[in-house]
């Protein structure tokens, strides 16, 4: 399919509606190919003028494009889809960000057969280093999948992924960045405490982080070999991994994207 010969709508388009928005404009989609709509005059308006992307109401959006990209909060999907769910006509793709939130939500308020597919993304789409992950509903074709990655793929990386698997997505890269904003966090401010200044501690961490991403991608090797060759017998490093392990990061890794996943879960059963 040639890029941008579908028009899109963001319905909601908040945060990641943005996000979408922004990477779609980056990587030559027309712009009146893009539709938007927002609860309030403000943030359309803000959206206009930052983009050139035309916001209309949601009726509006369902009627004049062809993809309708949803990226409501998940309390806000059931009331959304109250408003234009009838109004949908089967052969338009529905595309999902709502974090949590299966297939089967949409197509209980949907017309019978509407295709719809399931994505999460990730916040570095802003610098077009995202995570992607697609999967589809019932309805959905390797046709719909296909033009789901042409709309993720100038974000970042994209993934297709079984939708039972979503939830482990989202806890996993979903939510990941926050993980690791935490971590360099925690080490800039162990920088701070064995007396370096909080800029030098900032600009050491920030690309000892940036340079061990990319050798995580680009070497192919187990992070275990890679953590294996900085840690010399009896070295400074072995040392603080074994306070960590005395920690217990580990364990509390494991714990932490275990509530990530069951929250989602929680979302999807309130939102229902």
């Known amino acids: ?15 990641i509606g943005e996000l979408m928005l922004s990477g779609l404009l980056r990587s030559g989609w027309p712009v009146e190919r893009l539709l938007a709509t927002a609860r309030r005059p403000s943030r359309a308006e803000e959206l206009t003028a930052r983009y ?9 959006a369902v009627d004049e494009a062809e993809v309708l990209a949803i990226s409501v909060k998940p309390q806000d999907a059931a009331t959304l889809l109250d408003e ?3 109004k949908v006509p089967a052969d338009k793709l529905v595309v999902s960000l709502c974090a949590g939130l299966p297939t089967s939500f949409f197509s209980r308020r949907l017309p019978d057969g509407t295709p719809v597919v399931r994505v ?25 999948l296909a033009l789901a990655e042409e709309m ?3 974000l970042g990386a994209t993934l297709r992924v079984p939708e039972s698997q979503q939830d482990a997505v989202t806890a996993l890269s979903g939510s990941g960045p926050a993980y690791f904003y935490l971590l360099v966090e925690a080490m800039i401010d162990a920088g701070i405490l064995l007396g370096l200044p909080r800029q030098v501690a900032h600009e050491l961490i920030v690309q000892t982080a940036i340079g061990s991403a990319v050798m995580l991608r680009d070497s192919g090797e187990h992070p275990v070999k890679l953590r294996e060759a900085v840690t010399s017998p009896a070295g400074t490093t072995i040392s603080a991994i074994r ?4 920690h217990g990061v580990r364990a509390a890794m494991l714990a932490a994207l275990e ?3 069951d929250r989602a879960r929680e979302l999807a059963a309130q939102a229902d």
């Open 84 to 86: 234009i769910g009838p």
């Open 259 to 261: 509530a990530a996943r």
């Open 243 to 246: 306070e960590l392990e005395n």
């Open 152 to 154: 993720f793929k100038p």
């Open 52 to 60: 050139g992307v035309r916001v209309v109401d949601n009726l509006v």
């Open 120 to 144: 999460m993304t990730n916040t570095p789409a802003l610098v077009d280093e995202a995570m992607t992950a697609i999967s589809a509903g019932a309805h959905a074709t390797g046709e719909h």
């Open 1 to 15: 399919m040639a890029s941008g010969a579908h028009t899109v709508a963001v319905i909601g388009a908040g945060k």
